[in-house]
T-cell receptor
C-alpha cells in the first residue's frame, strides 16, 4: 500500500523568507511524487513531479522539491515566499511498480500562510 | 498543456433528485479518469477510477449505485449522484491521466449542495 504524510496542518512564513512544506511517503516500488496547490473552491494545480533523474526538481512559480530516498521525503521549498503563495498544498505519490495501478494517494494537505 | 474541463462548478439540488457532473479532457485523450471527493479542509478521497469503455472501479466504501460513473468516450467521464441527500454535499473533483509522462490533470471542481 502507498501512503503520504504531511505532518504540518499549517505553515506560516513572512513574505520574502524561505518556505518549506514537508512530505514523507511510503511505497513498495519506486515512488512517483507530485506536489499540487489548491486555491479555495478550485481544483488542483500541478507544481512539480519527480519520476526519475535529478533529486532536485524545479517546478512552477519558483517552487522546487528535493527527493531524498533514504529519508523517504519530498519536501517542497521556495527561496522567497510571496503572499500570493498562500494556499493549500498537497503532496501525492504513485507506486511506480509495474501493475501498481494509476492511483495517486494524497497527503492531508498543508495550509501555507504567507504574511507581510 | 493538458486541460480538463469540469462542470458545473456549482450546483444546488433538492434532496432526492439526481445530479450529473461532467469531466472533459479538452486537448488529449484520457483513457483513465479519476473522481475524488473533498470535505472542507480535508484531503482528496478517491471515489473511483473510470476507464473508457469499461466499468468503473470503486474504492472500498463508495456506493456504486449511488455514484454512477460513465466513461463512454476518450474525452468524457460523468459522475451522477443519484437520490442525493444533504450528506452528499461536498466538493467533487475529477482528474485525468494526460499525455505528459505520468501526468495527471485536474478539473476545477464542483461544489454540490443538497438542500
Amino acid at each position: 500500500a502507498q501512503s503520504v504524510a504531511q505532518p504540518e496542518d499549517q505553515v506560516n512564513v513572512a513574505e520574502g523568507n524561505p518556505l518549506t512544506v514537508k512530505c514523507t511517503y511510503s511505497v513498495s516500488g519506486n515512488p512517483y511524487l507530485f506536489w499540487y496547490v489548491q486555491y479555495p473552491n478550485r481544483g488542483l494545480q500541478f507544481l512539480l513531479k519527480y519520476i526519475t533523474g535529478d533529486n532536485l526538481v524545479k517546478g512552477s512559480y519558483g517552487f522546487e522539491a528535493e527527493f531524498n530516498k533514504s529519508q523517504t521525503s519530498f519536501h517542497l521549498k521556495k527561496p522567497s515566499a510571496l503572499v500570493s503563495d498562500s494556499a493549500l498544498y498537497f503532496c501525492a505519490v504513485r507506486d511506480g511498480l509495474t501493475g501498481g495501478g494509476n492511483k495517486l494517494t494524497f497527503g492531508t494537505g498543508t495550509q501555507l500562510k504567507v504574511e507581510l | 498543456g493538458a486541460v480538463v474541463s469540469q462542470h458545473p462548478s456549482r450546483v444546488i439540488c433538492k434532496s432526492g433528485t439526481s445530479v450529473k457532473i461532467e469531466c472533459r479532457s479538452l486537448d488529449f485523450q484520457a483513457t483513465t479518469m479519476f473522481w475524488y471527493r473533498q470535505f472542507p479542509k480535508q484531503s482528496l478521497m478517491l471515489m473511483a477510477t473510470s476507464n473508457e469503455g469499461s466499468k468503473a472501479t470503486y474504492e472500498q466504501g463508495v456506493e456504486k449505485d449511488k455514484f454512477l460513473i460513465n466513461h463512454a468516450s476518450l474525452t468524457l467521464s460523468t459522475l451522477t449522484v443519484t437520490s442525493a441527500h444533504p450528506e452528499d454535499s461536498s466538493f467533487y473533483i475529477c482528474s485525468a491521466r494526460d499525455n505528459l509522462v505520468y501526468g495527471y490533470t485536474f478539473g476545477s471542481g464542483t461544489r454540490l449542495t443538497v438542500v
